[in-house]
């Protein structure tokens, strides 16, 4: 039991390490490919490519004065950006990085929570929270951009979570299974992107717009309400927020290479275990890279356009593919 | 419904191109002057600070008539003249620039100075980097604007021989070379 309770320690020690690093090496990513996809050079004063930015970057936002504004909910407007953070960091103790290593006497699973049996539900459970920090972080604000932003996000996220889900419910049809450990076997010979395009196409429109990402960005849409539902949030309750974007953005790149990319299988990841973790990095890296791809290209759309497109495209769409799929799924005999 | 993949394909094409618009940037030399390292040349006419010419053998040639202070529509440019003599010689003439200063702050870089000068004693260069810590210093004094005087030419004030140089423009129209 101990042991037990010593190795998720230190799993979850791990997940927040590489979960806050991994936030701030991605805002070095994304400003360096942002910048050359602009013609630009992007950070690089500070260490050799500008590797040391981020570092910079925190330690600026650290010693940064932290203002509550007059007449905001001062219990709700410091609670926010946590209930934001820590669902994007929940997420990741059900997506396994790799298979089991040989490990201090015994195998361990390089997943938090190995084999969940309900890992899928728990995914799509803990991201719905994240609705509430912003939302919280908008009215608590007292100001009228903040409480604008914290609406729209919600009403954006809560739309587009229901496109998401039925996307990730025909890879679950095919699969026939919850369980994330079964998803990634099944995945053995094709990857769900080829069986399921029309949902990866989904999850991704989806994901973008479930972490308010260009060109879904409203809730931030800085011309129209300056910095949405973190406007008035400052020193290091902003850089919760900040990397609570992050992480999330982190988080479904993840999940979307688990579901449909085969998580950490490759070749030879059964003779080396210690690949699986390192494909992993990549197909998420790959996901992510996208991410900033879409950024540099896309203009944001108009708010009713948003909400148009979600029920009265993604909606039906995702529902047609889940019929299809489960169509197929019961000629062929099922699973 | 026809219209319908007719415009997803439209839409799609677009979204091609669009995407590999971005992506071929990737390729590119960034446009980026690295600029404390890498400094962009200034162009031939571009105005920048002011400095004080010299004639050929170390005088000034300002002469202290403050045309420039005149033509001046900021107001910037403060001139005080002071007498020459034989054996104290600033500048050819009678007056030489005894104070001779440019706030910096107020300069619109204009360029009347230089069209206004008689003996083309006031120039503007092609410094751009100006900036200061601390207002004081961003008033020019003539010492910072005099350039050095030529290789193996005395300073100011030199000692020149009797009537060699009492006219600063010559009847000709000229400005006094020696």
Known sequence: ?335 | MLDVFKSFGATFVAFVTGFWTTFRQLFRKPVTIQYPEIKKPTKQRFRGRHELRRYQDGLERCIGCALCAAACPADAIYVEAGENSDEERYSPGERYAKTYEINMLRCIFVGYCEDACPTDAIVLTDLYELSSYDRRSQIYAKGMLLVPPPEGQPDTPQKVEPHSRDRAILPEGLVSEP
């Open chain 1, 1 to 335: 039991m101990v042991d037990l309770l010593i190795e998720a320690s230190i799993k979850s020690f791990f997940i927040f390490a590489v979960g806050m690093g991994g936030f701030a090496y991605m805002t070095w990513i994304e400003r360096k490919f942002l910048a050359r996809l602009q013609n630009r050079y992007g950070p690089n004063r500070a260490g050799p490519f500008g590797l040391l930015q981020p570092i910079a970057d925190g330690l600026k936002l650290f010693f940064k004065e932290e203002i509550t504004p007059a007449g905001a909910d001062k219990v709700i407007f410091t609670l926010a950006p946590v209930v934001t953070l820590l669902p994007a960091l929940l997420v990741f103790a059900v997506i396994p990085i790799g298979g089991t290593i040989y490990l201090f006497g015994a195998e361990r699973h390089l997943v938090l929570a190995p084999g969940l049996s309900v890992g899928i539900l728990y995914v799509l459970a803990i991201t719905s929270i994240a609705v509430y920090g912003i939302t919280m972080a908008g009215w608590s604000s007292n100001n009228k951009y903040a409480l604008l932003g914290g609406l729209r996000s919600c009403a954006q996220m809560i739309s587009y979570e229901l496109a998401m889900g039925l996307a990730i419910l025909a890879v679950v049809l095919t699969a026939g299974t919850l369980n994330i450990d079964k998803i990634i076997a099944d995945q053995d010979h094709v990857w769900h992107i080829f069986i399921q395009p029309v949902a990866f196409a989904i999850y991704l429109i989806t994901s973008i717009a479930e972490v308010n990402r260009a060109p879904f960005d409203l809730p931030e849409a800085e011309q129209e309400l300056t910095a949405g539902y973190h406007t008035e949030y400052s020193g290091m309750k902003f850089a919760l927020f900040f990397a609570a974007e992050y992480i999330k953005m982190i988080a479904v790149s993840a999940l979307g290479a688990t579901l449909f990319l085969g998580g950490w299988r490759g070749p030879f990841v059964d003779q080396v275990p210690l690949l699986g973790p390192a494909y992993f990095a990549l197909k998420t890296l790959l996901a992510l890279v996208v991410f900033v791809w879409i950024r540099a290209t896309l203009p944001r759309i108009r708010y009713d356009r948003l909400m148009a497109f979600g029920w009265k495209v993604l909606l039906p769409l995702s529902l047609a593919n889940v019929l299809a799929t489960a169509l197929v799924i019961l000629v062929l005999g099922g699973k």
